[in-house]
């Protein structure tokens, strides 16, 4: 394989450390927050104990003020394990981005110092039960009363759900203002009126909290407003190329990972007087993966040193969680095939990641979104070469 030149010796050092961390502090106990649908909160607190969360946190708010290489071990690492239980991600890639880019002073001082040490869990709320890509067709008010704003809803689906200490929620301020009428807010989750639903039970990722969240009148001052009313649509959309970036840093690592448990266990099962690995059907498939998962890995670091240069947009953003994802899910089919019936048992990993996979083509923006976004641009650059060839020749007419 291709050598990574995007790390330096201090990124391989967190390396280290953090699989120390998940050898010690997660993987004994996986098990039993699968059973239990939740990670105690003691774990973000040893995390954070560790500076493993929101390494890009400036130091005056708490945190490192490290590059955003040290947050992508922690996310590689992580789906390295095989460990989908503690939402990290979502805590550090979504929600302390949101508060450290758009928050006020304030904000910023009173929950990132906390989100960095683990006291304090955040959760994005975006998805409704009648709006999952289309944000602009959420239901959850927000009225303006005074010097407040009463916030009345639901949201589903939503990670860190039970935990969650704040959440950056996306509210409708005007009704009939599509995305302009969209505005976000850090709710505080001890507020009256703020209740958990369950905790939904999923096809995968058991040990994460995955809730529905209700807003009875919960009323939040003026000043928890993120950014401006009516500019939520416009700052979410500043932030999916990151957070579809790490989706496909994710799948890329878990389709290196399963192939290679899957060279290690068929080259130790047999059948027929020989290994698993010895049948030309297992070298030539896991050959192609293998190829596949090098290209794929290849383009998400291409994507990853463009965000950090500032350059990542949004359709290589797309095709990355488009095409990165589609593999995933491709390579524990296949593999799990090699497994054979061992596969399909739950304390086999490849089960678990068979499991957890499916998510990742709906999650942060559905393949058909990705696919939407991609061909729109194809062809809006065809359409305007057309509109300015027929200008041109009205002009040459006149």
Same mark, same amino acid.
């Given at each position: 394989?291709?050598?990574?030149?995007?790390?330096? $010796?201090?990124?391989?050092?967190?390396?280290?450390?953090?699989?120390?961390f998940?050898?010690?502090?997660?993987?004994?106990?996986?098990?039993a927050? *699968?059973?239990a +649908?939740?990670?105690?909160?003691?774990?973000?607190?040893?995390?954070?104990?560790?500076?493993?969360?929101?390494c890009?946190?400036?130091?005056?708010?708490?945190?490192?003020?490290?590059d955003?290489l040290?947050d992508?071990?922690?996310? $590689?690492?992580m789906?390295?394990?095989?460990?989908?239980?503690p939402?990290? #991600?979502i805590?550090?890639?979504?929600?302390?981005t949101?508060?450290?880019?758009?928050? =006020?002073?304030?904000?910023?001082?009173?929950?990132l110092?906390?989100?960095?040490?683990?006291k &304090?869990i955040?959760?994005?709320? #975006?998805?409704?039960?009648?709006?999952?890509?289309?944000l602009?067709?959420?239901?959850?008010?927000?009225?303006r009363?005074?010097d407040?704003?009463?916030?009345s809803? %639901?949201k589903?689906?939503i990670?860190?759900g039970q935990?969650?200490?704040?959440?950056?929620?996306?509210?409708?301020? /005007?009704?009939?203002?599509?995305?302009?009428?969209v505005?976000?807010f850090?709710?505080d989750?001890?507020?009256?009126?703020f209740?958990? @639903?369950k905790?939904?039970?999923?096809?995968?990722m058991?040990?994460?909290?995955?809730? $529905?969240?209700?807003?009875?009148?919960v009323?939040?001052p003026a000043s928890?407003?993120?950014?401006?009313?009516?500019k +939520?649509?416009?700052?979410?959309?500043?932030?999916?190329?990151?957070e579809?970036?790490?989706?496909?840093?994710?799948?890329a690592?878990?389709?290196?990972?399963?192939?290679?448990?899957t060279? /290690?266990?068929?080259?130790?099962?047999?059948a027929?007087?020989k290994?698993?690995?010895?049948? %030309?059907?297992?070298?030539?498939?896991?050959a192609?993966?293998?190829?596949?998962?090098?290209v794929g890995?290849?383009?998400?670091?291409?994507?990853?040193? &463009?965000?950090?240069?500032? $350059?990542?947009?949004?359709?290589d953003? &797309?095709?990355?969680?488009?095409?990165?994802?589609?593999?995933?899910?491709?390579?524990?089919?296949?593999?799990l095939?090699?497994?054979g019936?061992?596969?399909?048992m739950w *304390?086999?990993p490849?089960?678990?990641?068979y499991?957890d996979?499916?998510i990742v083509?709906?999650?942060? @923006?559905?393949?058909?979104?990705?696919?939407?976004i991609?061909g729109?641009?194809?062809?809006?650059?065809?359409? =305007?070469g057309?509109d300015?060839?027929?200008?041109?020749?009205?002009?040459?007419?006149?």
């Amino acid at each position: 394989m291709l050598k990574r030149e995007l790390f330096n $010796e201090d990124h391989e050092a967190f390396r280290s450390m953090v699989r120390r961390f998940i050898e010690n502090e997660i993987a004994p106990h996986h098990a039993a927050w *699968e059973s239990a +649908g939740i990670v105690p909160r003691e774990l973000w607190l040893k995390a954070g104990a560790a500076g493993m969360l929101c390494c890009t946190v400036p130091e005056q708010y708490g945190g490192a003020g490290a590059d955003y290489l040290f947050d992508v071990v922690v996310f $590689e690492e992580m789906a390295r394990s095989g460990f989908t239980g503690p939402g990290f #991600m979502i805590h550090c890639d979504l929600v302390a981005t949101y508060i450290s880019a758009f928050g =006020s002073e304030a904000q910023r001082k009173q929950w990132l110092p906390k989100m960095v040490s683990g006291k &304090a869990i955040g959760s994005l709320g #975006m998805t409704e039960p009648h709006a999952g890509s289309d944000l602009k067709a959420i239901r959850t008010r927000a009225v303006r009363d005074g010097d407040d704003y009463v916030i009345s809803g %639901q949201k589903v689906f939503i990670s860190n759900g039970q935990l969650c200490d704040v959440i950056v929620l996306a509210t409708k301020t /005007d009704i009939a203002g599509g995305a302009k009428g969209v505005t976000l807010f850090l709710v505080d989750t001890s507020l009256p009126g703020f209740r958990r @639903g369950k905790n939904l039970s999923k096809l995968g990722m058991k040990a994460q909290d995955t809730s $529905e969240l209700f807003f009875d009148d919960v009323r939040v001052p003026a000043s928890a407003m993120l950014g401006e009313e009516g500019k +939520g649509f416009e700052l979410m959309m500043t932030k999916l190329a990151q957070e579809r970036l790490a989706q496909a840093i994710r799948s890329a690592t878990v389709a290196e990972t399963v192939i290679e448990w899957t060279v /290690d266990y068929t080259s130790q099962r047999k059948a027929f007087g020989k290994t698993i690995a010895d049948f %030309q059907n297992t070298q030539f498939k896991l050959a192609e993966l293998k190829t596949e998962a090098v290209v794929g890995r290849q383009f998400v670091d291409r994507c990853i040193d &463009a965000f950090m240069r500032g $350059e990542l947009d949004a359709i290589d953003a &797309a095709m990355a969680k488009m095409w990165l994802t589609n593999l995933h899910c491709k390579v524990v089919d296949e593999c799990l095939q090699l497994f054979g019936g061992w596969g399909y048992m739950w *304390e086999y990993p490849i089960a678990r990641a068979y499991a957890d996979a499916r998510i990742v083509k709906i999650a942060g @923006g559905s393949i058909e979104v990705m696919k939407h976004i991609i061909g729109r641009q194809m062809f809006a650059g065809l359409k =305007s070469g057309r509109d300015a060839g027929a200008s041109a020749a009205a002009k040459h007419q006149a």
